[in-house]
């Protein structure tokens, strides 16, 4: 009966992919969103010479 068990329990986190693409998302998300503080000057600096560059055509 333990080894029934055991096997299961081994078997339940490893056979549950959804769960880790789910992190690997969320991990991702989270990298995104630090780059994006890191680097938020020369980002709003690069959309707003876009605008300006768009507006005097």
Do not use: R
């Not at 986190?13 to 998302?25: A, D, I, L, R, W």
């Amino acid at each position: 009966m333990f080894k029934k068990l055991k096997g299961k329990i081994l078997k339940s986190p490893v056979g549950n992919k959804s769960g880790m693409e789910m992190v690997q998302v969320a991990i991702l998300i989270a990298i995104a969103v630090i780059i994006g503080l890191i680097f938020k000057t020369e980002i709003t600096s690069f959309v707003n010479d876009t605008f300006d560059s768009l507006q005097d055509f």
